[in-house]
């Protein structure tokens, strides 16, 4: 078979929803600026108990399900995310045991947000030289964990959630084109030190503050505008299709200006933009399968779409990705 096509997508967000207003009785914002800055307007937060392996499982279900397979039919699983639930084991073969499955391969895979289309491409590649037929990708994140929320630069930004894709090993074209890219020179401008061994070497000097995340935003909304434009053209030069073919942009979901930009550059309207920003804030590697998981379950994108799928992420990484649903 010459070809990976994704044939089944599923979503899990936590129950607990957090506003603006709630962020208004934590630290100094408004409802205000954080819509007209960010778009964000409700963000999911995990329970105290509830793990990433927990929300990935119950994505994975969800995808298994429309995918119409049985988790037995899983070769392999790579699981994108910057907030695992250990360091070791990985999350991957948490996330294999949950399903009740074994001897398929599984592996982390931390470029931050950039986590979906890395996994994509991968997935892609090692179906397409036949080394298995069958992968789950799951993105699952629980930045809470690493929340500051005594920051409002970063507290008002994040969320959990998760998402999966199957991909699978198909005769007609489904993955069009991939590219994923790294500039480590961007390195400082989304941190989170604690946990690594920089840090677990040197314990006479852990603070706590180290364990959450750390950003210059002004910058990585400069970086990104351009990495994102940079890999949607790409995809798509790639891909054999043409611009005008574009029915979808299914892009990472950091900040409504980030994304406006991006559809300006297709000359695509809002309303060919897939969106969850607004109810789901930035949930890192798991933005882009679950707004696409909503956007097929919802009825608006079908079979024989053409979606030009981009991201960016801490790192810096990036990359995109043209597919034929
Ligand atoms: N409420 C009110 N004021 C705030 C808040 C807030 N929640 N956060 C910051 N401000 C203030 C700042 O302190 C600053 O005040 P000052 O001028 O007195 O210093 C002012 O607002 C302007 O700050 P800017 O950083 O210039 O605001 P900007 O318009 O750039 O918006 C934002 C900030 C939303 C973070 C934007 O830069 C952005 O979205 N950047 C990209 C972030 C991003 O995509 N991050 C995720 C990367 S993905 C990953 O890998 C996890």
Redesign the pocket.
Known sequence: MKYSRIIGTGAYYPEKVMTNAD?EKM????DE??TT??GIKTRHITAKDETTSDMAYKAALNAIDMAGIKASEIDGIIFAT?SGDYTLPNTATMLQHKLGISGSFAFDLNV???GFVYSLSVADAMIKVGQCKTILIACAER?SAMTDFTD???????GDAAGCAIVRASDTPGVRSTNISADGTFGDL?TMHGVGTTYLANRDTMRLEDNF?K?N??E??KQ?VRMMEEAAVKAVADSGLQESDITFLVP?Q??M??IEATAKRFNLSMDKVLINLDRCG?T?SATIPTVLDDGIRSGKVKTGDNLVIVA????A?WGGSVVTL
């Open positions: 962020f630290v100094e914002t408004t600026w954080i800055r960010t910057l931050a947000c950039s930045l409002r630069n970063t507290c008002v930004l994040f989304l995340i950003m935003g002004r990585v909304f990104a990472h950091a900040n200006r980030i930035n890192s960016f992420g801490g790192g990484t």
